[in-house]
């Protein structure tokens, strides 16, 4: 079966190949894991893939065909995609998420009837709940006269973008594919309201490899620590939230830290951070100072997948705040290290964490509700501790099981293909 995949990154083994420096900031993350499971678990499906880059190009790395399709503002863009298709001859056309390359495919491509698209945020939703709790006037006053000099997009102008942009042209392509992956009962609800007559396939995500390494939690005893991801990329990721509930977190246990990756431009400490800094990145700057949490947070770079799994093992508690989210990753790499989570109850969170079984579900947008949580996983004693995390990696290792997701992503293959 030849199947052409079309994602939202240059994989690694493109960029190397191409000796690109693209390689230095492309992990790949989990589709590295799903590329390498295809390869092991179903050697007779041959692999093609395409994104696009800053120029056109190709490569072929152990059997895999690689298209550069360069960008897709290119006049000549829709023409190599052509080309690609002519070319890798799928079986089977998978596009992967429906906020990124899927946008700027053509309608005649994706309504051929051999697509399958798999559902990763929803732009519609996401579009609603893109500041979090928040509004512009509330983030306004905050943008840079540098930022708007450069004409670097605002918060305003990037929800404007996913709400008129992005979700409208989102749900026409829903409505043209027949066929879609997904991994929650949030997102088969919805697809089920947009594309009634569509086929829908459940098909977990592999990790990336470096949380396959088993249960490795070992917090220090004594400390406090809560590691929160990505929490302070856009308003929708609730960081705002999280810091309220830190305060309170913080009257009971005045060492508790936080620590949140991709954030070091928040710590201002040069002048290129200074002026790439977004509004809300600046209204958390003023929160934290506002709430007296300057020596409570760690802004920490971009971390590598092992980075983020030595920031796991060593936390207390890892937290999701977000007020809108399918499937999160994050929270089920941390189910796969053995740490003890907090999650929000939205999107398709519940359909991987059981309140007060394998995790501490809570309301978002509550910062009250949010700290108690936490407060109890930090008081939770070793014996509750193993059983809660317990629980979790058992459901997460059986969730992320490559072998068994390979066997599902080839059954929805070979459906769309049309046999049975």
């Known amino acids: 079966m030849n199947v052409l995949w079309f994602t939202n990154i240059a994989l690694p083994e493109y960029t190397r190949a191409n000796g690109n420096f693209q390689a230095l900031k492309s992990s790949g993350g989990w589709m590295v894991g799903l590329l390498d499971a295809v390869r092991r678990y179903a ?53 992967h998420g ?49 930022r708007r000099l450069l004409r670097y997009p605002n918060e305003r102008q990037i929800a404007t973008d996913w709400q ?41 995500e592999i990790l990336r490899p470096e949380f396959y390494r088993g249960r490795a939690w070992a917090a220090e005893p004594g400390r406090h620590v809560i ?16 810091l309220r509930a830190l305060k309170i977190v913080k009257e009971s246990y005045p060492d508790v830290e936080l620590r949140v990756a991709a954030s070091r431009r928040c710590a201002l400490s040069n002048w290129k951070d200074r002026v790439s800094l977004g509004a809300y990145g600046y209204y958390l700057v003023h929160l934290i100072d506002e ?57 398709g969170v519940e359909d991987l964490a059981t309140g007060g079984v394998t995790g501490y579900v809570v309301a978002p947008r509550d910062p009250g509700e949010l700290a ?10 070793p014996e509750q501790a193993e059983k809660m995390t317990e629980g979790a990696y058992e459901a997460a290792v059986r969730r992320h099981d490559p072998k068994n997701i390979v066997h599902d992503l080839l059954a929805a293959y070979r459906a769309v293909e049309g046999k049975k």
């Open 43 to 95: 050697p007779d499906v041959r692999l093609s893939v395409a994104f696009r880059t800053s120029a056109p190009g190709f490569a072929q790395v152990e059997g895999v065909d690689y298209y550069g399709l360069g960008d897709s503002a290119d006049g000549a863009f829709l023409e190599r995609v052509e080309q690609c298709v002519r070319s890798a001859r799928p079986d089977v056309i998978h596009v």
């Open 98 to 146: 429906s906020e990124g390359i899927a946008q700027v495919l053509p309608d005649s491509l994706l309504a051929r009837g051999k697509v399958v698209l798999s559902l990763q945020g929803i732009m519609e939703i996401w579009a609603e709940n893109y500041f979090g709790g928040l509004t512009w006037a509330d983030l306004k006053s905050y943008e840079t006269i540098v």
């Open 164 to 204: 008129t942009q992005r979700a409208p042209r989102e749900r026409e392509l829903c409505r043209r594919i027949l066929a879609f992956m997904g991994r929650t009962r949030f997102d088969r609800d919805w697809i089920r309201r947009v594309n009634p007559a569509a086929a829908y396939f459940h098909v977990d």
């Open 227 to 242: 590691y929160a991801g990505a929490a302070f990329t856009y308003p929708l990721k609730g960081g705002h939230w999280l």
């Open 291 to 347: 709430l007296g949490l300057r020596d409570h947070v760690t802004f920490l770079p971009a971390l590598s997948a092992q980075e983020v799994r030595n920031e796991l093992v060593h936390a207390n508690v890892y937290c999701l705040a977000s007020t809108m989210e399918n499937s999160p990753n994050s929270l089920c790499e941390a189910q796969m290290t053995g740490t003890p989570a907090v999650a929000t109850r939205v999107g």
């Open 372 to 381: 108690e949580a936490i407060l109890r996983a930090f008081r939770l004693s």
